[in-house]
């Protein structure tokens, strides 16, 4: 798929992306939806996907809100850099261990319009124009909305595809 170059290819790869990833989750049993995976990293079940990207959206959401409004802030929150970012990633991870993964879907549901009602908020020129605020650094505001939602759509398409069809990578467990 080509990068996005204008609000309408952003709000349709976005909205494609997610599409395909709730035919991805919805395509799963009830059992592989709360099974455990071997993956190598923080993410050990679909929740913990889900509420990554949740949270990825919450980020885009705060930032840009708070920078429309004057108030400059940095995307990723302090103390964190482009460095350290994996660090607040498992943060992420440690406060959702209690959520269960009918909240994640809702949660991701939610965040997902509220990104695209963002997008829709600002012209091409605002979202393509690297530069065009100050607060985006040397990029555009685009680049930002797409790692938030399509691109990271694709990571998570990818993350779960990569194990659900291999059944020794899972162990199946039960409901949360």
């Given amino acids: 798929m080509a990068r996005p170059t204008t609000k309408q290819e952003l709000i349709m790869a976005a909205n494609g992306q997610f599409e395909e990833l709730w035919k991805l989750v919805d395509s799963m049993s009830e059992e592989k939806q709360n099974a455990t995976f071997s993956f190598e990293d923080r993410d050990k079940n679909l929740r913990d996907v889900l509420v990554h ?17 004057g108030n400059t802030v940095n995307f990723l929150p302090e103390p964190y850099n482009w460095k350290t ?5 498992v943060g992420f991870w440690e406060k959702h261990q209690a959520t269960p993964l009918e909240d994640a879907k809702t949660l991701l549901r939610d965040s997902h319009s509220k990104a695209i009602a963002l997008i829709k908020s600002f012209t091409d020129e605002e979202l393509f124009t690297k530069k065009h605020f100050s607060w985006t650094g040397t990029t555009h505001l685009g680049s930002y909305c797409i790692s938030a939602t399509s691109s990271h759509y694709d990571w998570a398409m990818k993350k779960l595809s ?15």
Wanted: with cysteine.
């Fill in 162 to 176: 990569s194990r659900l069809f291999e059944p020794e990578r899972c162990s199946i467990v039960s409901k949360r």
């Fill in 85 to 89: 970012y994996p660090q607040m990633n």
């Fill in 53 to 69: 990207l949740y949270e990825w959206h919450l980020l885009l959401l705060h930032w840009a809100e708070a920078n429309k409004k």
